[in-house]
């Protein structure tokens, strides 16, 4: 790049420096001809007047004149010439000048030798007796001018080229340092050239971006390394205990009357790490945004009336009050994720409730949104878990939810499938009072699709008034 630039300054350079001398010879050599033919003006009236008193007396008597004198008779004949024979001379009537000064009283013309080393400058006067005084002067041409001034006009070539050789190198060696000074890491700081600025800001923006597209790389990464290593420590538990009763048992080390507890234990646990196999694979369902399941139009009370008659039962049996009202409402969505809300959320109102408490289950619409709200008046969530219990298996108390059988998936696969249909998650908590969690569904119509027909509206969680769709739970 410096090359080319160099090239470039010093071609330009050299050649504004021979253009700049072609005209300046030209304008300068035009204005030279302009004041000598006035000069050559004046001596011909000067020499006119002379003529007019003495004759031809006078022009003989004339020695040291730079210049030719022709006195032309009113025929066009010479009467008298400086440089020549008079008598030997051709008839003057045709050129120019002394037409013009018999016409006008006054007359120029120039022109060229036949040669074209030189010019001729004339200038014709009339005088009173009809006659005409011709003055010329010889003028060097342009082309004469030019190799009589070889030699300087070389020397200034070779200076011109020395210093255009230098300016080009040094300019060249300026344009391209701040190039080669740019810090890549961080483009706008280098305030190179205003002029790559959009250049440099594009470049600022594309690192940005991958910054935070390896930022998100390396977070995901993170969260899928934490949950494999959740996901084989949620297994081994139950595993282990599997397997050791069934040791026991197999090797007959357990007595008749305690083999039902023993198989309970392995059945119990077998059907604990169903559900969170099952919990797993959902959930990675709904990470990859479960294209293949079908969007419809879901009697949201339907489902949740059929939700309430399975609950009451379990809920009874803790003691619980499984209460449902509501209204018909109308949603656009995945029947099977939409079960998924309603039955989670209602096995946490159960779950986390207290002997004597009650669950209530409320659906509906409002101002045109369907909602869906689970009350209890359970353990209630502190405030500083508030935020993280949609995180994949965040407890907040870890030996309680598994001893109860929680997977720590259920709310994560809540949030994921509230996102999915473009609702909005809201979850009011008082410890020792209640928890209450309501999802509101876009209203009728503004059910953003994509090409798969999912929504792509991303949901807006907002438990007590805290965002939870942007939480850290994003993928694996
Ligand atoms: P789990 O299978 O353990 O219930 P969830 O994802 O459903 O997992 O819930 C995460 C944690 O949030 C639970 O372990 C529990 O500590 C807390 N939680 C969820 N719902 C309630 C509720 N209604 N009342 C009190 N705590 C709750």
Not at 70 to 89: F, H, N, P
Not at 137 to 146: E, G, H, I, T, Y
Not at 279 to 292: K, M, Q, T
Not at 397 to 415: A, N, Q
Request: with cysteine; aromatic share 8%; glycine share 10%.
């Amino acid at each position: 790049m410096t090359k080319r630039i160099f090239r470039t300054v010093f071609f330009v350079a050299v050649s504004m420096f021979l253009a700049s001398v072609a005209l300046f010879m030209t304008v300068l050599y035009d204005y030279f001809s302009v004041v000598r033919q006035e000069e050559l003006k004046v001596q011909t009236d000067l020499a006119a007047r002379g003529v007019r008193d003495e004759g031809l007396t006078y022009l003989e008597g004339l020695e040291t004149l730079d210049c030719r004198i022709t006195w032309i008779g009113a025929d066009g004949g010479v009467l008298y010439d400086s440089r020549s024979k008079a008598g030997e001379m051709e008839n003057h009537l045709e050129r120019r000048e002394v037409r013009e000064a018999l016409e006008e009283g006054y007359g120029t013309a120039a022109r060229s030798s036949f040669t074209l080393a030189e010019r001729y400058l004339y200038s014709a006067k009339r005088l009173e007796d009809g006659t005409v005084l011709r003055l010329s002067a010889a003028q060097d041409s342009l082309p004469a001018l030019f190799f009589g001034m070889f030699k300087p006009l070389c020397l200034i070539f070779a200076a011109a080229v020395c210093l255009s050789f230098f300016l080009a190198s040094r300019l060249a060696k300026k344009i391209v340092e701040p190039l080669n000074g740019l810090d890549l890491d961080d483009p706008l700081a280098s305030g190179a050239y205003e002029e790559l600025s959009p250049l440099l800001g594009r470049l600022h923006a594309q690192q940005q971006e991958i910054g935070r597209q390896r930022e998100e790389l390396m977070r995901t990464s993170e969260l899928r390394r934490e949950f494999t290593a959740n996901v084989s420590h949620e297994l081994k538990t139950p595993l282990h205990t599997i397997s050791g009763s069934a040791e026991l048992l197999a090797e007959g080390m357990v007595r008749p009357e305690d083999v039902s507890v023993f198989s309970g234990r392995i059945y119990g646990e077998a059907k604990r790490m169903i559900r969170l196999v099952e919990d797993i694979l959902r959930l990675s369902h709904l990470d990859e945004g479960a294209g293949d399941m079908e969007w419809e139009w879901v009697d949201l009370y339907a489902l949740a009336e059929e939700t309430a008659e399975s609950f009451s039962l379990a809920a009874k049996e803790e003691g619980v009050a499984f209460l449902f009202a509501g209204e018909p409402a109308a949603v656009f969505g995945i029947r099977q994720l939409l079960q998924g809300i309603l039955y989670n959320l209602c096995d946490n109102g159960v779950k986390y409730n207290l002997p004597g408490g009650c669950v209530s289950l409320e659906v509906g619409e409002a101002e045109g949104e369907a909602f869906l709200t689970v009350a209890d008046t359970g353990i209630g969530i502190p405030a500083e878990h508030q935020e993280r219990i949609f995180e994949r298996f965040y407890r907040v108390d870890k030996s309680h939810s598994k001893e109860i059988g929680g997977t720590g998936l259920g709310l994560s696969i809540v949030k994921h499938a509230v996102s999915l249909h473009g609702a909005k998650l809201e979850l009011l908590s008082t410890p020792g009072k209640g928890t209450k969690v309501s999802v509101r569904f876009p209203k009728k119509g503004e059910e953003e699709k994509d090409g798969d027909g999912r929504s792509v509206r991303g949901a807006q969680a907002v438990p007590g008034r805290r965002d939870h769709g942007s939480g850290k739970d994003h993928g694996l």
